[in-house]
Each structure stands twice: as C-alpha cells, then as structure tokens.
Nanobody, 128 residues
Framework: QVQLVESGGGLVQAGGSLRLSCAASGRILSSYAMGWFRQAPGKEREFVATISWSSRYTHYADSVKGRFTISRDNAKNTVYLQMNSLKPEDTAIYYC?????????????????????WGQGTQVTVSS
C-alpha cells in the first residue's frame, strides 16, 4: 500500500503561482502513472492532470491547460503540480493519486476509478 502526502497549498491572489508536491512512501512510484485532481465546495472531484510513469506523456483538463504543469521526479518518489496564473475558480482541495495499473502510458481519458491510492489533499484558495 502506498501513502501519498500532498503539500504546498495555501492562499494566493489571482494571477499568482503555487507549486504542489506529492510525496509517496510505501511503494516505488516510478512505474505508475500519477494524477492530480481537485474538489471545490459542493462539487464533485474532477480531473486536473496526469503524467505517465516515464514523464513522456501528460494530459490536462481544458480549464488548466497552458497554466498548470505536472511533472515528476522518480528518484525522489515525488510528483509536482506547478500552477501559474491562478484564478478564483481554481480554489479547491487538490489531491494526488497513483494509478492502479503498472506501466500505463496512455494517460488521457483516465477516470477517478483508475487510481487506487489517494492522498489526503491540500487546500488551495485563490482570492480575487
């Protein structure tokens, strides 16, 4: 079983930037695709970005494309989400998740149910 711990959330003004980190323990994540999701108050959890195990393939929600960048450092067992040009509508709890399958390269079109391990989340609040 893998444990995922997110960090880096906080309060930022619109137009600002934050970098989220997701550190894993209990399992080496280098062979698994990883994802970031978010859940705003009163809304369902939604997809933000995914990255393949090799970092070769990434996929983004249209709402964050061009502003957010997902990356990973397999040597550190850590995944990142760089968020630039933040908007108030980006306010949410952000979760990282590990794929249930090993070695997946197609990371577009994945659903929440494809991810078997989740972190506790980190709050991101963007003020206008």
């Amino acid at each position: 079983q893998v444990q995922l711990v997110e960090s880096g959330g906080g309060l930022v003004q619109a137009g600002g930037s934050l970098r989220l980190s997701c550190a894993a323990s209990g399992r080496i994540l280098s062979s698994y695709a990883m994802g970031w999701f978010r859940q705003a108050p009163g809304k369902e959890r939604e997809f933000v970005a995914t990255i393949s195990w090799s970092s070769r393939y990434t996929h983004y929600a249209d709402s964050v494309k061009g502003r957010f960048t997902i990356s990973r450092d397999n040597a550190k067992n850590t995944v990142y989400l760089q968020m630039n040009s933040l908007k108030p509508e980006d306010t949410a709890i952000y979760y990282c998740a590990a794929d249930s399958l090993i070695g997946r390269t197609v990371v577009a079109g994945l659903h929440l149910s494809d991810f078997g391990s989740w972190g506790q989340g980190t709050q991101v609040t963007v003020s206008s």
